[in-house]
């Protein structure tokens, strides 16, 4: 599923007014930004499940509190990035 939806994601900046190796620059930038920002969310899912297992494993209960709500906040900026790509891709349709 992450798979599925790094290969979704695609930034297309207008930026018609500058040289084109500076355009090919900024475009690298963008994708690899995106990128990154899903790749640190995917870290921060992976992280939460371990540590959510180890609680379980251990009977912390305040490391399995946490590990949940360090899960929801990593899930919930992957959705918030993916919908964000989103939107400024559908906004660039628009105004092309």
Known sequence: MIFRLGSDINVHPDLSGLPSNVLV??????NNAAGLLVLV???G????????????FSSNHQLA????????VSIAAVALLYLGIAAANYAGRLFS
């Not at 899912?45 to 379980?56: D, K, P, T, Y």
């Open 45 to 56: 899912i992976a992280v939460s499940l371990i540590g959510w297992v180890f609680a379980s």
């Open 41 to 43: 969310s995917g870290i």
């Open 25 to 30: 620059g900024l475009e690298h930038l963008a």
């Open 65 to 72: 509190e946490r590990s949940k709500s360090s899960l929801g």
